[in-house]
């Protein structure tokens, strides 16, 4: 089992910047994705950025040039440096995992989740 958990939301201005991370804990395989979802108030949950063992990373087009993901394999940390955020970047921030390399933005394929981290921005 892996336990994910994130921190570093918060409250900030249209054109500031935030960094969430996330911090895995338990088994952690050689071969794995990551991923960061976000889900605002009546809308589905949506891939942001994956980033996988292979160090391959995708981003959804609404993020590309502002969003930025890492991760950080001695610490097991999985990070997201957020960039000119606009308030259409308010939303529940969610850590994702799973094991093998397999790049989707599909929720329903990462079995472990963090509990979520709140990112509000204000215009």
């Known amino acids: 089992q892996v336990q994910l958990v994130e921190s570093g939301g918060g409250s900030v201005q249209a054109g500031g910047s935030l960094r969430l991370s996330c911090a895995a804990f338990g088994y952690t395989p050689s071969t794995y994705t990551m991923a960061w979802f976000r889900q605002a108030p009546g809308k589905e949950r949506e891939g942001v950025a994956i980033i996988d063992s292979d160090g391959v990373t995708t981003y959804t087009d609404a993020v590309k040039g502002r969003f930025t993901i890492s991760e950080d394999n001695a610490k097991n940390t999985l990070y997201l440096q957020m960039n000119s955020l606009k308030s259409e970047d308010t939303a529940m921030y969610y850590c994702?995992?799973?094991?093998?390399?397999?790049?989707?933005?599909?929720?329903?394929?990462?079995?472990?989740w963090g509990q979520g981290t709140q990112v509000t921005v204000s215009s």
């Open positions: 994702a995992a799973r094991f093998r390399v397999f790049r989707s933005w599909e929720a329903r394929d990462f079995p472990f």
